[in-house]
């Protein structure tokens, strides 16, 4: 009975043993199953982490370089601002310099306007006496023209001025002694018809506007006005007011011009600073 007992009790014990065995080798295996998922879950969260430390390390990198253009593109538009401020000071100080030459070019040619005007009339007032159609006096180019028409100064083909005629010249001269700052420009000119062949002292009618504007030269100077003022010139049949296709036209293109143009020194001065 004993043996019997004993027998029983070790089998029971086998069993026992027999199954907590099974048991313990299925939680095992469980854990092992975890494990393995576990490590395969750090091996992922460890390759993400690693792309995030490469994407972070990028993204500083990034960021620095950002930073350095962003500073270098502050530094540049500082410098350009800078430029351009010093430019645009630079263009309104010349923009009102030339805008004060300007205002005084302007100043100096109204004062040259009426000194032109001021002259004609004086010129005008001096030559009353004299018919329209032997004398005009007229403004063009900021110029007083004297136009003297040849039956007030010459016979024809002749160089000598007609008593008439030097009156009227000693009269303008009288006009012009205090006129220190004009000059006078004398221009002879003739009509298309040749002088007469073996005229004395003259091949053509380019030595008889001369010689005319010459003659009128003395009868200026002798009057008093300065040699250094008064210039003698001739264009013969080349300059004519009209064309020579009548004799009437023809009478209007023998004339002397005498050329009255105030100095411009104050105006050269100017433009020469430009």
């Known amino acids: 009975m004993k043996n019997l007992k004993k027998i029983f009790t070790y089998g029971l014990l086998a069993a026992v043993l027999t199954a907590t065995s099974c048991v313990s080798s299925k939680k095992y295996e469980t854990a092992l199953a975890v494990n393995r998922e576990l490590q395969a879950e750090r091996d992922a969260l460890n390759k993400e982490k690693a792309a995030l430390e490469q994407e972070r390390s990028a993204l500083a990198r990034e960021k620095a370089a950002l930073e350095e253009e ?24 010349d923009l ?55 039956q007030l100064l010459f016979k024809s083909g002749s160089t000598k001025v007609d008593p008439k005629g030097q009156d009227a010249l000693q009269k303008l001269a009288f006009a012009l002694k205090d006129q220190q700052d004009v000059n006078v420009l004398i221009e002879g000119h003739t009509d298309d018809v040749p002088i007469a ?8 009618n380019w030595d008889l506007s001369v010689l005319r504007a010459t003659e009128i030269a003395r009868i200026l100077t002798n009057a008093g006005l300065s040699p250094e003022r008064v210039t003698p010139s001739g264009h013969s049949k080349f300059v004519p007011v009209v064309a020579n296709t009548s004799p009437e036209n023809r009478q209007l293109n023998r004339r002397t011009e005498i050329i009255l143009t105030p100095k411009l020194d104050e105006l050269f001065k100017i433009l020469e600073q430009n």
Do not use: H
């Not at 962003?70 to 645009?88: G, I, M, P």
């Not at 310099?97 to 009339?121: G, P, S």
């Not at 062949?197 to 053509?204: F, I, L, Q």
């Open 96 to 150: 009102q310099t030339q805008e004060d030459r300007l205002r005084e070019m302007q100043r100096i040619l109204a004062e040259k306007d009426r000194a032109v005007n001021d002259l004609k009339n004086r010129v005008s007032n001096a030559l009353l006496g004299f018919k329209a159609g032997d004398l005009t006096v007229n403004v063009k180019n900021g110029k007083v023209y004297v136009s003297l028409s040849e």
């Open 70 to 93: 962003k500073n270098a593109t502050e530094q540049s538009l500082k410098a350009n601002l800078k430029s351009s401020t010093e430019r645009v000071n630079q263009l309104s100080s």
């Open 197 to 204: 062949k073996g005229t004395v002292g003259m091949r053509d």
